[in-house]
């Protein structure tokens, strides 16, 4: 079975991690920037809804178990590229010239909940998954265009606590932070996502120019910033 499987839903792309916890490698990173690319050359699309297989995972984030084998094994560059490659994942959803719908339905850690951060919109399962940043508690910090991003997200007082804490927060504390458009029960998780995406049908011109110009200062940061810290495998304390 694919890592992220492609299928439509109407003018919606549904993309489906299809790989248990989900944990981001390089063939997560390709995966995702394939079905992007497939969902952005089907000119019937307007919305992408990201959503996950996994009942209790929508993404546990960097698969570190890879990340610690490439090191050991000197592979540095494939460390490099991999962190490149996931920075091109985010660029594309931060001017992906339509609304990209994150369905969270189960736990999103680390780099997971940051690929949602990325999204537009979000949408999370309630009785199930917490929203959390553990980088505190296994010493990575986050790349300067990770604050960015999660800062159009997250409010700033609620950012810095779990930042800061690691603390895992439920649905019900993110949407009423306004992080998630809503919470709903197992089940609705998706097709309220889903109903969400099929209201937007919005020109793609217009779509990504404003995400372009919203996010420049991301994209920006993102060159300048991350690119260093990535060619100098700057990526603990």
Not at 37 to 62: F, L, M
Not at 122 to 145: H, K, Q, T, W
Request: hydrophobic share 45%; with cysteine; aromatic share 8%.
């Amino acid at each position: 079975m694919s890592i992220v499987t492609y299928e439509t839903r109407g003018k919606t792309a549904l993309l489906t991690l299809n790989n248990g916890e989900n944990r981001q490698n390089p063939a997560f990173a390709q995966a995702m920037l394939a079905a992007l690319q497939q969902a952005e050359e089907d000119k019937s699309i307007r919305s992408v809804v990201i959503t996950s297989s996994d009942e209790k995972n929508w993404s546990q984030g960097v698969d570190l178990n890879w990340l610690m084998a490439a090191k050991q094994a000197g592979n540095l560059d494939d460390m490099r590229g991999f962190m490149n490659d996931m920075n091109e994942v985010f660029a594309r959803l931060l001017t992906f010239p339509m609304p990209v719908i994150a369905a969270i339905t189960g736990h999103a850690f680390g780099n997971g909940a940051m690929l949602a951060c990325a999204c537009d919109f979000r949408f999370m399962r309630a009785d199930r998954g917490y929203f959390c940043f553990p980088e505190v508690d296994i010493n990575i910090p986050f790349l300067p265009s990770m604050i960015a991003y999660v800062r159009k997200a997250i409010p700033e007082y609620r950012f810095n606590e779990l930042k800061l804490t690691g603390r895992r927060a439920t649905a019900t504390e993110l949407e009423a932070d306004h992080v998630l458009t809503a919470a709903a029960d197992a089940e609705a998780t998706l097709e309220a996502a889903l109903a969400f995406a099929a209201t937007f049908s919005k020109g793609r011109g217009i779509f990504g120019e404003h995400k372009r110009r919203m996010y420049k200062d991301i994209l920006d940061t993102m060159a300048r910033d991350d690119a260093p810290l990535i060619a100098e495998l700057k990526l603990t304390v």
